[in-house]
T-cell receptor, first 116, second 114 residues
Framework: ELKVEQNPLFLSMQEGKNYTIYCNYS?????LYWYRQDPGKSLESLFV?????AVKQEGRLMASLDTKARLSTLHITAAVHDLSATYFC????????????????FGQGTILTVHP | GAGVSQSPSNKVTEKGKDVELRCDPI?????LYWYRQSLGQGLEFLIY????????KSGLPSDRFSAERTGGSVSTLTIQRTQQEDSAVYLC????????????FGSGTQLSVL
């Protein structure tokens, strides 16, 4: 069974500070996603990481993937209040075949609060 | 439409009643997914449709749950004889089906079973 664990589950940050959210998964995967969810809202796609060593950046967020370590990180640079949300990573099992691309297994989510 | 549309946005029902939840995917997206989000279980995969292939139903929690997708577009998730533990947000997502494509999620249906 594929398991996905995020760390930390709760993160309280000061504006301007840097921090990293970690996502570990238990079996080989060929795709990893990061999503953001605001309270009462749906999931917004942030990044799709497809290969070992992949790094993607948008604004103050940067995501990376190490398939050998089965680890992805989401790094937050100089946090601002607008980044307050819940962040999820999600993984697709490798060799899922052509009919299982959407069978994502999600982590528990990291609730990020950025305060002045 | 511009995004994935789900209806109703909220549904309150009595235990034992049947409910139907609707999803309109992004036009042209061949892949459609249903997920469930609840406090105790997090985000759970329910079912996946891709084109004309047989759906992947491996995430449906019981035989009270079923889904269909008509004409390769709109999908309906049906829950029969609802139970209180079915209370959750039911999320629909669609994608082009390509390997690198993101899933685009709808706003969800908040189901409350009394």
């Amino acid at each position: 069974e594929l398991k996905v664990e995020q760390n930390p589950l709760f993160l309280s940050m000061q504006e301007g500070k840097n921090y990293t959210i970690y996502c570990n998964y238990s079996t080989t995967s060929d795709r990893l996603y990061w999503y953001r969810q605001d309270p009462g809202k749906s999931l917004e796609s942030l990044f799709v990481l497809l290969s070992n060593g992949a790094v993607k950046q948008e604004g103050r967020l940067m995501a990376s993937l190490d398939t050998k370590a089965r680890l992805s990180t989401l790094h937050i640079t100089a946090a601002v209040h607008d980044l307050s949300a819940t962040y999820f990573c999600a993984v697709v099992r490798a060799n899922a075949g052509g009919t299982s691309y959407g069978k994502l297994t999600f982590g528990q989510g990291t609730i990020l609060t950025v305060h002045p | 439409g511009a995004g994935v549309s789900q209806s109703p946005s909220n549904k309150v029902t009595e235990k034992g009643k049947d409910v139907e939840l609707r999803c309109d995917p992004i036009s042209g997206h061949t892949a459609l997914y249903w997920y469930r989000q609840s406090l105790g279980q997090g985000l759970e995969f329910l079912i996946y449709f891709q084109g004309n292939s047989a759906p992947d139903k491996s995430g449906l929690p019981s035989d009270r749950f079923s889904a269909e997708r008509t004409g390769g577009s709109v999908s309906t998730l049906t829950i029969q004889r609802t139970q209180q533990e079915d209370s959750a947000v039911y999320l629909c997502a669609s994608s082009s089906g390509a390997l690198s494509e993101k899933l685009f999620f709808g706003s969800g249906t908040q189901l409350s079973v009394l």
